[in-house]
DNA sequence: ATTGTAGGCCAACACCTGTTGACTTCCTAC
DNA sequence: GTAGGAAGTCAACAGGTGTTGGCCTACAAT
């Protein structure tokens, strides 16, 4: 078959996105990747280059985080979080290498230190104890998604989206105003 | 140099939980960990037997949670996991390689349900939402381990033992008795 | 109809992995 | 002092990895 430069890079981006949100950054093999993309190996390297560069065009993200009211702050941070992370492999991508992969966990202190820390200073006028906070937040939602989607803890995974929004939000919101 | 059977395998299983701890299943190799030992990769097969075997054996870990008075749960909780986090590398090993390897997520599955829920059966009186509450501190607690240790956000690597606690402790007293 | 070019494929490379079996060396029990 | 066995070494295997270069093949412009 015969495709678009344009498609297949884009084929090959939306495989290698799928295979490193579930198999990590060593287990996401290239031949695994083409052979989603049902192409050769040797296409992955005349779009991408090398695996590394393809790792950072896949791990790409964007938290997109919302203007919030800061009494409902901590219900709407966890809201968007569990939805972003369901609609966008980006965070499962950065989740599942930033433990074993380097270069991934920068791009996770980048992302929390230029999006998360930014709101939370916006939210509560407060630079000094900002990073602290936007790190505390961070810790409970990341740890959300750890036992949710990545540990699969029973009964994290059979809970609803408004029960888990129900018990977090006190916390995040503690973590914002406190 | 000649040591005994038990001398040899003692250090093999030494090198193999550092480097578990650090690099994860995958990147752990057999040589490395060999080679760490002063000792020939065979030496591992013929102790261990099998990677995974290895692996089973430096993933043994028993989290020791001690009784706990009701009120001051949350903060004996958070305290007693920061120090075994860095005393012992059985949990670092299971964090690092959970993410991306089934068999250490089950593991960490099961270290959960039958070490946290049973204390919080047994702090609260309420199987019912045990395995609830238990979750969410688990959530919490794993959230700190990832953003501290692994990822390591700058303002979570440079709060004091204290601070943590006192951040913390009201989050997962909160799971507990709400 | 011919040619240039861009998309795609194949086979191979050098390297690294877990794992195996044969070989050597040392200590101990008789 | 010699036999047996345990501790340790070495070289190789089969398979998988990222990466490379040469080769086709379809299409568009001339």
Do not use: C
């Amino acid at each position: 078959m015969r495709r678009s430069s344009a498609e297949t890079k884009a084929v090959i981006l939306a495989a290698a996105r799928e295979r490193f949100a579930a198999d990590g950054y060593d287990k996401a093999t290239i031949r695994a990747i083409a052979a989603d993309a049902r192409i050769d190996p040797a296409m992955v390297m005349r779009y991408f280059g090398t695996k590394e560069k393809l790792f950072a065009a896949a791990a790409e993200f964007d938290l997109e985080l919302p203007a919030l009211a800061p009494d409902q702050a901590g219900a709407g941070l966890v809201r968007h979080f569990l939805r972003k992370w369901e609609a966008d492999e980006g965070l499962q991508v950065l989740l599942r290498t930033g433990v074993t992969n380097e270069a991934a966990a920068e791009r996770m202190r980048t992302i929390f230190a230029g999006q998360v820390m930014p709101l939370v200073i916006d939210l509560t006028g407060d630079p000094e104890r900002a990073p602290v906070r936007a790190s505390l937040i961070a810790s409970q939602v990341l740890g959300l998604a750890l036992s949710r989607y990545i540990l699969k803890f029973p009964p994290m995974v059979a809970a609803t989206e408004e029960e888990l929004i129900a018990w977090l939000s006190p916390t995040v919101q503690r973590y914002l105003t406190e």
